[in-house]
């Protein structure tokens, strides 16, 4: 029988969210429009319409050595014209944001190319190739891995997952990069992911409301969510791997 | 530093306050009478980017705003998310609590009662602010800030 790969335990709708979005063969429902020059704005690599600067020249151009690996593996878009390594790194906060760091990190692995993503308590950061940078990000706006009130793009100065919200329902933000226009109740960047002001506020939409994130939220959460210990499976998959790393020196036999 | 001997208590919110939200509730805790002394904790928001790529931008922020407590006007450093109090006597807590129960009618809040402000200053607030510190706010603030405690005129 063919390998299936589950990709998780579980039986609560945490546990099925977590199974969705890191299937590659699962597509993430798209359900806002941020647009490839708004989102090279939030960036903050390189001026919008300007050409990608370079670390090396294309790999058409250079001489490779004769390696077996090049052969067998196709470099990516970015890769392949030499673009810069750039990044974009999340907070997600812990009140029932859609995705999570070690979430992002693992769907990351599962569906993108070329990248070397950093998983941290509260943050995340994806660093590749400037061109599949753009590509992924939008993929990672756009979908349901975002919410605009509790998910932000923020590349330094990242303190908020674990803290209350504000009272708008907004993360917390030292730098305050993104705002919620009370007329319209749409979240706009106002700064771009480092805290330099924008020349234009850049539209990600409305923030969810809280049936549809506790519907596709990716963290357990035992005051606003759904409680780990409500997962028995789970919880009990958790003790195993614990119990086996613990008992690891020993050679455990089961 | 603080007296061990007066009771303390704190107010902790659900939600991290506006500053419009600190306002109102600041100027009904003065009207209570017995309260010694309040700190305003939460995480800071600084006036300039202090590190990072973007470090000395301005970082113009919504939540750092000038409010007017009594005839006091001061301007908030932090987003405000626990409230510390110090007080006279435990008596004042019901009086809190009917203050806090005006303002906070769209999300929840608790009083908690402990001990939340020094009582004794450590070596590292020895080595830090040395030995002629003001023992007064040690544990509270920083001795060495520029902007001192603001005193509102209560109704004793």
Not at chain 1, 146 to 158: H, N, Q, S
Not at chain 1, 216 to 243: K, M, N, T
Request: glycine share 8%; charged share 25%.
């Amino acid at each position: 029988m063919a390998y299936k790969p589950q990709y998780g335990p579980g039986s609560s709708t945490i546990a099925a969210n977590r199974r969705k979005y890191m299937d590659p063969a699962s597509k993430l429902e798209k359900v806002r429009d941020v647009t490839d020059e708004d989102l090279v704005l939030i960036l903050g690599h390189r001026a919008p319409g300007s050409a990608y600067k370079t670390a090396h020249p294309p790999l058409a151009e250079q001489q490779e050595p004769a390696c077996p690996i090049r052969k067998l593996v196709t470099p990516t878009d970015g890769a392949k014209a030499g673009d810069r390594i750039r990044y974009i790194q999340f907070a997600d906060s812990m009140y029932n944001a859609p995705c999570q760091p070690y979430l992002r990190s693992y769907l990351e692995a599962y569906k993108y190319r070329g990248i070397d993503p950093g998983t941290l308590s509260g943050r995340q950061i994806l660093e590749c190739r400037e061109r599949d940078l753009e590509k992924y990000s939008k993929d990672l706006v756009n979908t349901v891995l975002f919410d605009p009130a509790l998910t932000a793009v923020r590349g330094c100065t990242v303190h908020g997952h674990s803290l209350r919200l504000a009272e708008d329902g907004m993360m917390f933000d030292m730098l305050q990069r993104c705002v919620l226009d009370k007329k319209s109740g749409i979240v706009k960047y106002v700064k771009d992911q480092v805290g330099v002001p924008l020349d234009r506020e850049v539209k990600v939409g409305k923030p969810m409301d809280e049936k549809w994130l506790k519907a596709h939220s990716g963290i357990f959460h035992s005051l606003v969510g759904v409680a780990f210990r409500d997962d028995a499976e789970y919880v009990e998959y958790v003790q195993r791997v614990h119990s086996l790393r613990t008992k690891y020196g020993f050679m455990p036999k089961e | 530093m603080t007296e061990a001997k007066f009771p303390q208590a704190r107010i902790v919110t659900e939600r991290l306050l506006n500053p419009e939200t600190v306002e109102r509730l600041l100027n009904q805790i003065i009207t209570v009478e017995g309260i010694r002394r309040i700190i305003l904790n939460g995480p800071r928001l600084p006036s300039t980017i202090p590190y990072g790529p973007a470090r000395n931008v301005t970082n113009p922020h919504s939540m750092r705003g000038m409010i007017k407590v009594g005839d006091q006007e001061m301007e908030l450093a932090v987003h405000v998310g626990t409230i510390l109090l110090e007080l006279e006597s435990r008596d004042v807590i019901p009086s809190l609590k009917a203050a806090c129960d005006t303002v906070f009618t769209e999300f929840t809040y608790r009083v908690q009662e402990g001990r939340y402000m020094k009582t004794e200053p450590t070596l590292s607030d020895y080595a830090k602010y040395g030995p002629d510190a003001d023992k007064s706010i040690i544990g509270m603030s920083d001795p060495k800030s520029k902007t001192g405690p603001v005193i509102l005129q209560g109704i004793k």
